[in-house]
């Protein structure tokens, strides 16, 4: 396992510089590794068979399927295992989560091992039927009580926020003292500054391409809520993004950098998974 923190862009454009030439190597070896022995399950370390995963494209990151995980998931439950170990989480018995997602496998995932856990999706139609099963919220103006959770885990948002640090400063707010995010996201590794793709208007309705100010061609991604569209695109965070979080009231804001082919952790053109740890 390959685990580093880096706190700052400078920090880990040493990485990047002394390491970037290995990496066609490195996500070889562990694909290689993976086929041979299989993996780990990050929760139960159970073993699991190479035979057992399910390998759709070449998008690492994005695949490598067991269980409702993919390879970005286990990364996050490997960092919520190290909090839990280190007593910066309660127990997973007594953890307070909130997810927003609510349809997905790995949501499914969280239902059977999280007893208390609050998932939820972005449902701003009211009259979508929907709701009668699904809670709806907004993650940039969550109707949650301040200081209810002791963890908040986030899986490839916030590129769609239309408002990322009101979603931050909602985050701050609902987590207690002590509490965790633990996110991934699209991220911009090798630049300092976010790369935008379309600014919010106040008012406009949030993902609605035609309401949006566009610096470039709309850009949707999928979302298992709209599977046919998929989400408007605002942002790709770069490193600028620890300084959001701190400008927002996290404390220690660190990417965590995790290449773990015993787990089935690696990435796409790098060998890791970058994983946004932040404490309250």
Known sequence: MDWQTFTSFPAFQEHLQRTQALWPSQVRDSLRLIVLNGILDPLSGA????????????????????N??????????LVLQ??????ELPAIEELQLYCPEAITPFAALLRRHFPRALLSEYLPDPADPRHSSIPHQ????????DACMDLVVCNDVFKHLYDLPAALSEIVRILRPGGQLVTTFHFAYNR???IVKAHHYPGANPGVAGEAALISDPEFHGNPVDPHQGSLVYQIPGWDLLDQARACGF?????????????????????????LVARR
Not at 68 to 77: D, E, Q, W, Y
Not at 82 to 87: D, K, M, S, V, Y
Not at 251 to 275: C, D, F, K, N, R
């Open 138 to 145: 907004d993650l940039c103006a969550l109707s949650l009580p």
């Open 251 to 275: 404390l220690e804001p660190t990417i965590h950098w995790i290449a773990a082919p015993s787990y089935g952790v690696v990435g796409q053109e790098i060998p890791a998974v970058m994983v």
């Open 82 to 87: 190290q909090l839990t170990a280190r007593g």
């Open 47 to 66: 073993p699991v068979p190479a035979a057992a995963l399910k390998l759709e494209s070449a998008n690492y990151r994005e695949t490598l399927e067991h």
């Open 192 to 194: 300092i500054n976010t």
């Open 68 to 77: 409702g995980c993919i390879s970005r998931h286990r990364a996050v439950l």
